[in-house]
């Protein structure tokens, strides 16, 4: 089921990988590869959860990751929750798969893809740690953000309206590659901001862990992932 704990000590910390999925099998391999050791050599106890949605419809990353928090959550007492995107591998084992005890956490904070750099000041994308008191404390992500991007501003602005801030990974310790991007996009476009298409502060309170409807297919234990299946 992707589970581990170290053989020879006890784990200071909890965490579970969460990983929205869908049809990104040679991604998901080179994850695995890399995600397994790098964790066991920070000796945490940890489960990766692979939520996968079915149907050909539109992608909705961020209600997949509620539904991984929701799952998550009935297996274990977890400290943190690592909200991980599926193409995207650490380069430093430094950079610890922990929760800041105050407020949510950006860990990738220097990706390949952005020269290091972040690609505008409140980018919240790619990997991120949240305790779930923090998660449940700004109402989780929102449920309706169908396709592609955005979502992750939407959750910047809910962290602020739920009275946090986000501290940051730094960008030597948060250093990500970023798999099979197209690099002469990235030469000619400088990578833009989507735009938001919710009113975050009206809609935040009515729109996320407390209205979640979803229908659980299948919940599998893979010999290095736990796979939950939603429609």
């Known amino acids: 089921g992707g589970h581990y704990r170290p053989p020879h ?28 050791p ?26 997949l990751l509620n539904v991984g928090v929701r ?6 007492e977890w400290d943190c929750l690592v909200l991980h995107d599926v ?15 105050y407020y949510p956490k950006h860990i990738a904070s220097a990706m390949d893809k952005f020269q290091y750099t972040l690609p505008y000041k409140s980018f919240f994308g790619g ?10 404390k700004m109402n989780g992500f929102p449920n309706t953000y169908w396709g592609d991007g955005g979502e992750n501003d939407d959750i910047v602005t809910r ?3 739920a009275g946090m801030k986000i501290v940051r990974t730094s960008p030597h310790l948060g250093r990500y590659r970023v798999m099979d991007y197209k690099e002469e996009t990235q030469i000619h476009e400088p990578w833009r901001r989507p735009p938001s298409r919710h009113n975050t502060r ?14 659980l297919l299948s919940r599998t234990k893979h010999p290095l992932y736990t796979k939950i299946t939603v429609d």
């Open 9 to 36: 000590c006890f784990a200071r910390y909890k965490s579970a990988i969460l990983v929205a999925y869908r049809n990104q099998e040679k991604y998901l391999r080179h994850l695995l590869y890399y995600i397994h």
């Open 38 to 63: 790098f964790l066991q050599r920070q000796q945490l106890s940890y489960t990766i959860y692979l939520i996968q949605q079915v149907g050909t419809g539109s992608f909705n990353r961020a209600k």
């Open 71 to 76: 799952e998550a959550m009935k297996d274990e």
């Open 87 to 101: 193409d995207l591998v650490p380069e430093n084992d430094y950079n610890l798969y922990i929760c800041d005890e």
């Open 127 to 136: 990997v991120s740690a949240l305790t779930p008191e923090h998660y449940m």
């Open 159 to 161: 962290i602020h309206l």
């Open 202 to 215: 009206k809609t935040w309170k009515a729109d996320g862990m407390n209205t979640l409807q979803f229908r």
